[in-house]
């Protein structure tokens, strides 16, 4: 699931907004500076022109009459908080006024030029004050403008998206002319030709399972006509054998038809696992009775029930078990109930390196994934390969851990879901 800080439309209107700040920082350096260079120019420019003029006609003894809010003094009539102040134009503050302050010297000794009522303050107030408004309107103008772009950008690749989730067979923005047009129309053209495969591998596998029940009918009823002979009769052992592969066969291929439907799990009846999972151990105790090798059941966490086919769980659980007792020479070989989960545990040598990698990184060599087995062991083809599909089917998942002492442990572990 997208995250906030992941999400594309965060990304732009931070990238918007970023710019925007940016963009006002520049324009308010440029306007300090503009601000600065009008006040030097209109009141200390201002105050020189004063000072010019009055100087001359002071040392003249002609009146100097200036105008308001403007003042001129020299040598003691200097006021005493702006005697003593470096030549040049300056800010003064004198009894909590403001002031300008031009001070100088000339050959009749020092002199100031005071500006006592600029408006220039009041009005460079105002000019950073509408710049500060300005400012802050940019940014959210900005920042609006970055989600209304984000929306019309990432709505339409959400609605896509969700589109392809829900396996739409109307994809949207296919009309579109831009980019997200091309995007579109080649998610359609991907998610048909994989559909078209998808539909033609589920009619494959559901026409051959079809076509496998007739013999494997046939073969089992032949197989049953000899076995009705008895025990002592000729060919009794070989008839078993062929009726017990050829209803292995046939629970492989009701497994195959099974998964060729879409799975929809919610409408199925709830499944005891400890129950099937007790019964593929007394279904397999033929495999080890004459071996030492002993297959047993344990309750271990409890039963618990998941909305599944039968036939699904008794084929998951009874491949593990089957392969298990095939492969282990000697020992033991526990079926054992967890915590929503069922694993086979045996004594055997274990799975090779090579088996374990295809396992692992869910691959399927030649022939499928190959069944536990000890070193050079080829496997049954259809084992873990089976269980892995039939899991997949099931949203629950297949795991190998090494078992302490040699070999092998198999843990089906069912989601919560599942379960009603």
Request: charged fraction near 25%.
């Given at each position: 699931m997208m995250t906030a800080s992941n999400s594309l439309r965060r990304h732009i209107v931070v990238a918007y907004t970023l710019y925007s700040f940016g963009f006002v920082l520049f324009f308010a350096l440029i306007a300090a500076f503009a601000v600065e260079g009008i006040e030097?120019?209109?009141?200390?420019?201002?105050?020189?022109?004063?000072?010019?003029?009055?100087?001359?006609?002071?040392?003249?003894?002609?009146?100097?009459?200036?105008?308001?809010?403007?003042?001129?003094?020299?040598?003691?009539?200097?006021?005493?908080?702006?005697?003593?102040?470096?030549?040049?134009v300056q800010e003064k503050t004198?009894?909590?006024?403001?002031?300008?302050?031009?001070?100088?010297?000339?050959?009749?000794?020092?002199?100031?030029?005071?500006?006592?009522?600029?408006?220039?303050?009041?009005?460079?107030?105002?000019?950073?004050?509408?710049?500060?408004?300005?400012?802050?309107?940019?940014?959210?103008?900005?920042?609006?403008?970055?989600?209304?772009?984000?929306?019309?950008?990432?709505?339409?690749?959400?609605?896509?998206?969700?589109?392809?989730?829900?396996?739409?067979?109307?994809?949207?923005?296919?009309?579109?002319?831009?980019?997200?047009?091309?995007?579109?129309?080649?998610?359609?053209?991907?998610?048909?030709?994989?559909?078209?495969?998808?539909?033609?591998?589920?009619?494959?596998?559901?026409?051959?399972?079809?076509?496998?029940?007739?013999?494997?009918?046939?073969?089992?009823?032949?197989?049953?006509?000899?076995?009705a002979q008895g025990e002592g009769s000729a060919g009794y052992a070989q008839a078993a054998r062929i009726y017990?592969?050829?209803?292995?066969?046939?629970?492989?291929?009701?497994?195959?038809?099974?998964?060729?439907?879409?799975?929809?799990?919610?409408?199925?009846?709830?499944?005891?696992?400890?129950?099937?999972?007790?019964?593929?151990?007394?279904?397999?105790?033929?495999?080890?009775?004459?071996?030492?090798?002993?297959?047993?059941?344990?309750?271990?966490?409890?039963?618990?029930?998941?909305?599944?086919p039968r036939e699904l769980c008794m084929s998951a659980i009874g491949n593990l078990v089957r392969n298990a007792c095939q492969y282990t020479e000697r020992g033991t070989v526990t079926v054992r109930l967890g915590e929503r989960s069922v694993s086979v545990e045996d004594t055997g040598p274990g799975l090779p390196a090579a088996v374990r990698a295809a396992l692992e990184a869910g691959s399927q060599g030649a022939g499928g994934v190959p069944s536990a087995g000890g070193s050079g062991s080829s496997g049954t083809g259809l084992g873990l390969a089976l269980v892995r599909r039939i899991c997949s089917y099931l949203g629950a998942s297949l795991l190998l851990h090494d078992r302490p002492g040699g070999g092998s442990i198999f843990v089906i572990r069912f989601a919560e879901v599942s379960a009603r």
């Open positions: 030097e120019h209109l009141v200390d420019n201002r105050l020189r022109e004063v000072a010019e003029w009055a100087a001359p006609r002071q040392a003249g003894n002609l009146p100097v009459e200036m105008p308001a809010g403007l003042s001129f003094h020299r040598n003691v009539d200097i006021p005493q908080s702006l005697r003593g102040l470096p030549p040049g004198v009894d909590g006024v403001g002031l300008h302050v031009l001070a100088g010297h000339d050959e009749m000794g020092d002199y100031v030029a005071v500006d006592h009522e600029s408006d220039y303050e009041k009005v460079e107030l105002v000019v950073y004050s509408v710049f500060a408004i300005g400012f802050i309107g940019f940014l959210l103008f900005s920042y609006f403008l970055g989600g209304y772009v984000a929306r019309r950008l990432v709505t339409p690749i959400t609605d896509l998206a969700e589109a392809v989730l829900a396996d739409h067979p109307k994809l949207p923005s296919q009309k579109r002319k831009d980019e997200l047009g091309v995007l579109a129309r080649a998610f359609a053209a991907h998610t048909a030709q994989l559909r078209d495969v998808l539909e033609r591998e589920r009619f494959f596998t559901g026409d051959v399972s079809h076509e496998l029940r007739s013999p494997l009918t046939v073969i089992m009823g032949a197989a049953e006509v000899i076995m017990r592969a050829a209803q292995e066969a046939a629970e492989c291929v009701t497994v195959l038809l099974l998964l060729a439907r879409a799975p929809q799990l919610d409408e199925q009846a709830e499944v005891d696992v400890g129950q099937v999972a007790r019964g593929e151990t007394e279904r397999y105790q033929s495999l080890v009775a004459a071996r030492p090798v002993r297959l047993e059941f344990d309750g271990g966490a409890g039963s618990f029930v998941v909305s599944a």
